[in-house]
């Protein structure tokens, strides 16, 4: 399956935005651990996911053209 | 959800202090309005393990963020008795001493203007994807956090 990931922040100076074939990985907290582990300074920030422009709080189901938002904490104002 | 079109809230680097004069000059002629209450975020020159901050460069993820405000501001008129809302927020750089931040709420009298206006910049701050990004003079940077 194909998934789009955007970073945002600091964290897109260690992860582009790019296209994944990820294969076995069914969720996003799948796909967190995927992330920490191709990505090890992601491990130590603090991040929030959105799924297809919707800030998710659980783990949720991917599906194959889903886009995945990985965001630091916010800072605006 | 509506259907009515999410409105922009992002300008390109400051808020010119002539867009703010001008914007409060436009309600003269809305006779209900008894208050108007003003937020104004300026870039401060925080130092930094002796480094000075020179400028903040803000970036956002716009879809997210703008459906998000129009949730806030959907929440808020909710809440308030509230003749307008206008809120602006800066994207890219924006110097120490510039203006980032911009919400102006009006209503027939100034509590609820105050209030509500005290509550979007919280909610700003909190629920809005936008990152600063602190320029120091020395042209390193660090990711700024909400406290």
């Known amino acids: 399956m194909e998934i789009e990931i955007i970073s945002f922040g600091k964290i897109a100076e260690f992860m582009a935005n790019q296209r994944l074939t990820v294969d076995g990985i069914k969720t996003t907290a799948q796909l967190k651990d995927f992330l920490e582990q191709e990505f090890p300074p992601l491990a130590g920030i603090k991040y929030k996911l959105a799924l297809n422009k919707t800030i998710i709080q659980e783990t949720v189901e991917l599906k194959s053209g889903d886009t995945v938002a990985i965001m630091p904490p916010f800072s605006g104002g | ?147």
């Open chain 2, 1 to 147: 959800m509506s259907d009515r079109k999410v409105k922009d809230i992002f300008i390109n680097g400051k808020i010119d202090p002539m867009f703010i004069g001008e914007s409060i000059a436009k309600h003269s002629d809305k006779k209900n309005i008894g208050g108007h209450s003003l937020f104004l975020g300026q870039v401060r020159n925080d130092e930094i393990d002796g480094k000075m901050v020179a400028a903040i460069d803000y970036t956002t993820y716009k879809e997210l963020a703008l459906t998000q405000m129009d949730q806030i501001r959907e929440d808020i008129f909710k809440k308030y008795p509230l003749s307008c809302m206008h809120i602006y927020h800066s994207l890219g750089t924006v110097k120490v001493g510039e203006i980032c931040l911009f919400v102006f709420t009006s209503s027939i009298r100034r509590k609820p203007a105050i209030e509500a206006c005290s509550e979007i910049v919280e909610r700003i701050k909190a629920e809005l994807p936008i990152w600063g990004k602190e320029i120091f003079e020395d042209e390193t940077h660090q990711w700024k956090e909400n406290s």
